[in-house]
T-cell receptor, first 112, second 114 residues
Framework: GEDVEQSLFLSVREGDSSVINCTYTDSSSTYLYWYKQEPGAGLQLLTYIFSNMDMKQDQRLTVLLNKKDKHLSLRIADTQTGDSAIYFC????????????FGTGTRLTVIP | ETGVTQSPTHLIKTRGQQVTLRCSSQSGHNTVSWYQQALGQGPQFIFQYYREEENGRGNFPPRFSGLQFPNYSSELNVNALELDDSALYLCASWRGGSANYGYTFGSGTRLTVV
C-alpha cells in the first residue's frame, strides 16, 4: 500500500529558506500535496503538483518533484515566524475513493 | 463561498458510548471524506461518501459508520467508543468526478474518550 515518509523536525532562522522533504511509494500517484497545520487547527492546502511536472512555484513556495526517486520537496523562501507549523505531504490514491495518504508531518520551527 | 464546517469543535465521551460528528461541505462540493488524526500522527482515511453512497473505506472497523445527506452534508458515527478513538476528526470535501485537484478540510472535531 501507499506509504509517505517525512522527517519529523526542522528548525530554521527567520529569513532563511526552509526545505521539507518527503518520499512516497505509489509511482502511479497523479497529484501530490502539501498541507499546513497550525496548532489546534485543521489542514490548509498550501500547494499541489501534478505528476507530469518537475517543479511548481507559487510566491514563496517552490515544489520539486523527482518521480524517479519518488521524492517531493517543499521550499519556503524567506521563512517567517508565521510559517511555524506542521507540514504534511500527501499523495492521492489512484484507486477506490482517490483518498489522500499523509505522511506523519514535519514540525517546522522558525527561530526569530 | 463557505468552507467546510464541523461540529462540535470539542467533546468528551466515556468509553462504550456512541458519538455523532457533523460536517457541512464546501458549496459546490459533492464528495465528503473523513479522516482520523491521532496525536502526533498524520491523518488517516476513514471513509468517503459521494452522492449519498459510501465509495471508499480505509482500515477502520464497522463501528465507524457514516451518512451523507442530499445537501452533501455528512455525519460520522462511532459506536462502542474505545480510548484509542481519542483523536482529531477531520472532514474534507471536494467536487468528485472532476479534475478538481484539492480537498478542503474543516477545522476538525477533537474527541476525547475517557
Amino acid at each position: 500500500g501507499e506509504d509517505v515518509e517525512q522527517s519529523l523536525f526542522l528548525s530554521v532562522r527567520e529569513g532563511d529558506s526552509s526545505v521539507i522533504n518527503c518520499t512516497y511509494t505509489d509511482s502511479s500517484s497523479t497529484y501530490l500535496y502539501w498541507y499546513k497545520q497550525e496548532p489546534g487547527a485543521g489542514l490548509q492546502l498550501l500547494t499541489y503538483i501534478f505528476s507530469n511536472m518537475d517543479m511548481k512555484q507559487d510566491q514563496r513556495l517552490t515544489v520539486l518533484l523527482n518521480k524517479k526517486d519518488k521524492h517531493l520537496s517543499l521550499r519556503i523562501a524567506d521563512t517567517q515566524t508565521g510559517d511555524s507549523a506542521i507540514y504534511f505531504c500527501a499523495e492521492r490514491s489512484q484507486t477506490g475513493a482517490n483518498n489522500l495518504f499523509f505522511g506523519t508531518g514535519t514540525r517546522l520551527t522558525v527561530i526569530p | 463561498e463557505t468552507g467546510v464546517t464541523q461540529s462540535p469543535t470539542h467533546l468528551i465521551k466515556t468509553r462504550g458510548q456512541q458519538v455523532t460528528l457533523r460536517c457541512s461541505s464546501q458549496s459546490g462540493h459533492n464528495t465528503v471524506s473523513w479522516y482520523q488524526q491521532a496525536l502526533g500522527q498524520g491523518p488517516q482515511f476513514i471513509f468517503q461518501y459521494y452522492r449519498e453512497e459510501e465509495n471508499g473505506r480505509g482500515n477502520f472497523p464497522p463501528r465507524f459508520s457514516g451518512l451523507q445527506f442530499p445537501n452533501y452534508s455528512s455525519e460520522l458515527n462511532v459506536n462502542a467508543l474505545e480510548l484509542d478513538d481519542s483523536a482529531l476528526y477531520l472532514c474534507a470535501s471536494w467536487r468528485g468526478g472532476s479534475a478538481n485537484y484539492g480537498y478542503t478540510f474543516g477545522s476538525g472535531t477533537r474527541l476525547t474518550v475517557v
